[in-house]
């Protein structure tokens, strides 16, 4: 659930299908597809990394999720559109993840 919000604010609407008779077609993956694919590998990252500590002990499962998509998309520098902030975007409180 928290993948589709993200996505929703960083990726435009899905072009029309253009699969033929054959099956859809084989074209590389575009842009905001691998920018989307690496977000969600650095937030999975972030996450395992967080279970060889103590952060599940401190906070609850959403707060760790949340700051690991918020990590993710700070350490590879994408902003969200319309000049928004990603903590707004997210619903975290900055005091949260301080």
Not at 7 to 35: D, F, L, R
Not at 66 to 88: H, I, N, Q
């Amino acid at each position: 659930m928290l993948v589709a919000r993200q996505v929703e604010y960083i990726t435009p609407p899905p072009p029309p299908s253009t699969s033929t008779a054959a099956g859809p077609s084989s074209s590389p993956p575009s842009n905001m597809a691998k920018m989307t694919n690496e977000l969600v590998q650095y937030a999975m990252n972030f996450a395992n990394d967080s279970m060889h500590t103590s952060l599940c002990l401190q906070f609850n499962a959403k707060t760790i999720a949340l700051a690991c998509v918020y990590m993710s998309v700070k350490f590879t520098k994408v902003r969200p559109t319309e000049g928004k902030m990603w903590s707004d975007i997210l619903g975290i409180e900055m005091e949260a993840l301080a």
